[in-house]
């Protein structure tokens, strides 16, 4: 452990706890950490100097990165067909909690980042009601469970994205200090 790497993990320790929080509000906090982590392999190899990471360790970042956009996406379908959505539900689930996001980001844009949230919860909630609607056999009081499904499918997978990010978290800061 050197001078440089120590500073290195504090500098990752702040901006990636600073990335994680940015995951809870379903922003791309786990990608901005593996951006952070580019930019210090750069910045450390910039005279001929030691890497702070080794391609293995950005490679787990990179992995741990796209692991954690599946998890959230494919829970909030999950949950919708936990809550009996079919197939147009669970799509409409994925569909709706990103359109739900970005409108969130937009239209509830006085309550900084809980819009973006509030907006996916509401979007994938929204998106499978609407895609169950679609089959046209079922009343609107029976296509409740699936949205409620979707909703909680979708804190679900922003629960697990998070831990996902914790972990990368961790091995940024320990990838940093090992240099």
Do not use: H
């Amino acid at each position: 452990m050197t001078g440089a790497s120590v500073i290195y993990g504090v500098v990752m320790a702040a901006v990636g706890g600073l990335c994680l929080l940015l995951t809870v509000v379903t922003l791309p906090g786990n990608w901005l950490m593996l951006l952070a982590a580019g930019v210090a392999q750069l910045w450390s190899t910039r005279d001929g100097g030691t890497a702070a990471y080794s391609g293995w360790t950005l490679g787990a970042l990179a992995v741990l990165a796209v692991l954690g956009e599946v998890a959230e996406t494919a829970m909030g379908a999950a949950g919708a067909k936990a809550g009996g959505a079919r197939s147009r539900g669970a799509w409409g689930a994925v569909i709706g909690s990103l359109v739900g996001a970005l409108a969130g980001t937009v239209v509830l844009a006085f309550v900084p980042i809980v819009g973006t949230l509030a907006g996916a919860l509401i979007g994938a909630g929204l998106g499978a009601f609407v895609g169950e609607l679609t089959y046209g056999d079922r009343r609107a009081g029976q296509l409740l469970a699936p949205a409620a499904g979707a909703a909680a499918g979708r804190v679900a997978g922003v629960i697990a994205k998070v831990a996902i990010g914790a972990v990368m978290w961790t091995v940024l800061v320990v990838g940093a200090l090992w240099a």
